[in-house]
């Protein structure tokens, strides 16, 4: 997978330690073990790197979070262009209530990009990060 200007091997681990994709950048790859094993993936349960891509931000793999934030900046396009599971769930005053479904922690740096235009965000099974 080729973003922000790496190539990414994204696989899921073979001792089946995460639940996630977990993430590597290629060019880090130091060696590498041929195990000759192979693994049979139901089509039902493929990785679907479009689905992939809607749910990570700046490659940063983890859990599947769902977090929410208010928004008070000058476009709510393009917090929906950047996040492309956001919905707005609350508008009011100008402020919009968004939720978002994320893997990982990549949201963090985006967010705290958006300076006083973000608040309240709350991540569900994590801390108030404000």
């Known amino acids: ?36 094993k192979k ?15 809607k749910r990570v931000q700046f490659m940063y793999s983890g859990p599947l979070n769902t977090v929410k934030f208010e928004y008070s900046g000058p476009s709510i396009e393009s917090v929906l262009d950047r996040l492309p599971t956001a ?18 922690d990549g949201l963090d740096m985006w967010l705290r990009s958006q300076g006083d235009y973000i608040r309240n965000i709350k991540y569900r099974g994590k801390e108030n990060l404000e």
């Not at 790496?6 to 130091?30: C, G, H, N, Q």
């Not at 693994?39 to 891509?53: L, S």
């Not at 919905?87 to 990982?104: A, F, N, P, Q, S």
Request: no cysteine.
């Open 39 to 53: 693994f049979q993936i139901p089509y039902k349960d493929r990785f679907n790197e479009g689905e992939f891509r």
């Open 87 to 104: 919905e707005v769930i609350l508008e009011k005053e100008d402020v919009y209530t968004v939720k978002v479904e994320i893997y990982g």
């Open 1 to 36: 997978m080729f973003s922000e200007y790496y190539f990414y091997l994204i696989a899921f681990m073979a001792d089946d330690s995460k639940d996630y994709p977990t993430v590597f950048r290629i060019d880090r790859i130091e060696n590498m073990k041929n195990l000759n």
